[in-house]
């Protein structure tokens, strides 16, 4: 009695549910069926009683198109409609709300109503038509019991909804304090090793010529003294660039290292990196280049997590002398429509300097319409700061 698509998936979970359902249509039918005579009208009745509930349990169980699921909600319907004209205990009535309770997976409360309304109306047409002694009190007691049923399920769907995307955030808020840490460790060695190239290096390049200097005016005696401190100077001065340098260097970010490190801290969530030769251990000379890529695929990654429920990326890096291409594809649920928002104009942005094209498609598994999550494509220049 849950979304259609999730049974297989949450049975465990909400076993419960389902197995409530098959013991009320057990009961209505045993109850119903009972005491009727064993005829062709009871074996007819016992047929589409089954009918009923293969029906119902293949509308749950199935992701399903809007038509198709009302069409087979209409049989159900159908069906029901056509037990209650034979039925004495008038009992029918209550497998109802196993039909309200599939409604909150595809409508909207005010939809859901009146297809209730609708159905309750003709049930009262069939009522009176069979058994005129019933009362329109009859239909609307049902008519509450279905509400009920839909108002429980309706409730429970909300919850789930509001659960992922409570998750949804909390990974992409896990994946934006990782990304902050690792962007402000960058900056402060990037701090670093520049004050040490632009003020110490060239302090000690101004005192080793001093010292240069200095030896030539000196008497001979103290020559040996002032070489010792020449060289001890530009030794200084060589370890010091020697420090820029190691910094420098593990300030060149390796992607697929940082996917990995980022992919480590969200939870449910796997990375596949292509490890073809073309794509493994490529550097990329552009420091501020290295900065705005980790954005950009920090944002289709959070993106894909909150907007089309991923949990499977694959990453694609390639290079042929300074172009680079990447792809970030995922397993979402895809979108009908690509719009460009805040997160693709970030993107464009970004990437704008370095001649950055940025596209975003819905992939489509085995050539059929049901989509494969998304694929998003970068392209970029890559140059040296």
Same mark, same amino acid.
């Given at each position: 009695?849950?979304?259609?698509?999730?049974?297989?998936?949450?049975?465990?979970?909400?076993?419960?549910?389902?197995?409530?359902?098959? $013991?009320?249509?057990?009961?209505?039918?045993?109850?119903?069926?009972?005491?009727?005579?064993?005829?062709?009208?009871?074996?007819?009745?016992?047929?589409? $009683?089954?009918?009923?509930?293969?029906?119902?349990?293949?509308?749950?169980?199935? !992701? &399903?198109?809007? *038509?198709?699921?009302?069409?087979?909600? =209409?049989?159900?319907?159908?069906?029901?409609?056509?037990?209650?004209?034979?039925?004495?205990?008038?009992?029918?009535?209550?497998?109802?709300?196993?039909?309200?309770?599939?409604?909150?997976?595809?409508?909207?409360? &005010?939809?859901?109503?009146?297809?209730?309304?609708?159905?309750?109306?003709?049930?009262?047409?069939?009522?009176?038509? =069979?058994?005129?002694?019933?009362?329109?009190?009859?239909?609307?007691?049902?008519?509450?019991?279905?509400? *009920?049923?839909?108002?429980?399920?309706?409730?429970?769907?909300? %919850?789930?909804?509001?659960? %992922?995307?409570?998750?949804?955030?909390?990974?992409?808020?896990?994946?934006? @304090?990782?990304?902050?840490?690792?962007?402000?460790?960058?900056?402060?060695?990037? @701090?670093?090793?520049?004050?040490?190239?632009?003020?110490?290096?060239?302090?000690?390049?101004?005192?080793?010529?001093?010292?240069?200097?200095?030896?030539?005016?000196?008497? %001979?005696?103290?020559?040996?003294? =002032?070489?010792?401190?020449?060289?001890?100077?530009?030794?200084?001065?060589?370890?010091?660039?020697?420090?820029?340098?190691?910094?420098?260097?593990?300030?060149?970010?390796?992607?697929?290292?940082?996917?990995?490190?980022?992919?480590?801290?969200?939870?449910?969530?796997? $990375?596949?990196?292509? !490890?073809?030769?073309?794509?493994?251990?490529?550097?990329?000379?552009?420091?501020?280049?290295?900065?705005?890529?980790?954005?950009?695929?920090?944002?289709?990654?959070?993106? =894909?997590?909150?907007?089309? !429920?991923?949990?499977?990326?694959?990453?694609?890096?390639?290079?042929?002398?300074?172009?680079?291409?990447?792809?970030?594809?995922?397993?979402?649920?895809?979108?009908?429509?690509?719009?460009?928002?805040?997160?693709?104009?970030?993107?464009?942005? @970004?990437? &704008? %300097?370095?001649?950055?094209?940025?596209?975003?498609?819905?992939?489509?598994?085995?050539?059929?319409?049901?989509?494969?999550?998304?694929?998003?494509?970068?392209?970029?220049?890559?140059?040296?700061?």
């Amino acid at each position: 009695m849950l979304l259609s698509s999730t049974l297989s998936k949450d049975f465990f979970k909400d076993g419960f549910l389902y197995f409530s359902a098959l $013991l009320t249509w057990g009961l209505v039918s045993f109850i119903s069926l009972k005491s009727a005579d064993l005829n062709l009208a009871s074996v007819a009745q016992a047929i589409t $009683l089954i009918l009923f509930i293969f029906l119902f349990f293949n509308n749950i169980s199935h !992701k &399903k198109t809007r *038509f198709y699921f009302s069409l087979t909600l =209409a049989a159900e319907t159908s069906l029901l409609l056509t037990l209650i004209y034979f039925d004495r205990l008038q009992i029918i009535p209550i497998l109802f709300a196993l039909v309200a309770s599939q409604l909150p997976a595809q409508f909207h409360r &005010k939809q859901a109503l009146l297809i209730l309304l609708t159905i309750n109306i003709a049930y009262y047409f069939v009522l009176i038509t =069979a058994q005129p002694q019933q009362s329109i009190y009859t239909v609307l007691t049902f008519f509450v019991l279905q509400i *009920f049923a839909f108002s429980v399920i309706e409730a429970t769907l909300k %919850e789930k909804k509001a659960k %992922e995307e409570l998750s949804a955030i909390n990974q992409e808020l896990l994946a934006t @304090r990782f990304m902050l840490k690792q962007s402000s460790q960058k900056q402060e060695r990037l @701090r670093i090793s520049r004050d040490l190239h632009d003020v110490l290096g060239h302090q000690l390049t101004a005192l080793a010529l001093n010292l240069e200097v200095t030896q030539h005016k000196l008497p %001979e005696q103290y020559q040996v003294v =002032a070489a010792e401190n020449l060289r001890q100077a530009k030794q200084l001065l060589q370890d010091v660039r020697n420090v820029v340098k190691e910094m420098r260097a593990q300030d060149k970010l390796d992607l697929h290292k940082h996917l990995n490190n980022l992919f480590s801290q969200l939870p449910h969530c796997q $990375l596949s990196i292509n !490890k073809s030769p073309a794509s493994h251990n490529i550097e990329i000379n552009s420091l501020t280049l290295n900065n705005q890529l980790v954005y950009c695929l920090q944002e289709g990654v959070t993106n =894909a997590l909150r907007h089309g !429920k991923a949990n499977e990326f694959i990453f694609n890096f390639y290079k042929n002398k300074n172009q680079i291409s990447i792809d970030l594809t995922d397993n979402g649920k895809g979108c009908d429509e690509v719009i460009m928002g805040n997160g693709l104009k970030g993107m464009h942005e @970004r990437l &704008k %300097e370095f001649n950055g094209v940025v596209n975003l498609k819905t992939n489509q598994a085995n050539n059929k319409k049901q989509s494969s999550g998304c694929t998003l494509h970068i392209q970029v220049e890559d140059s040296y700061d």
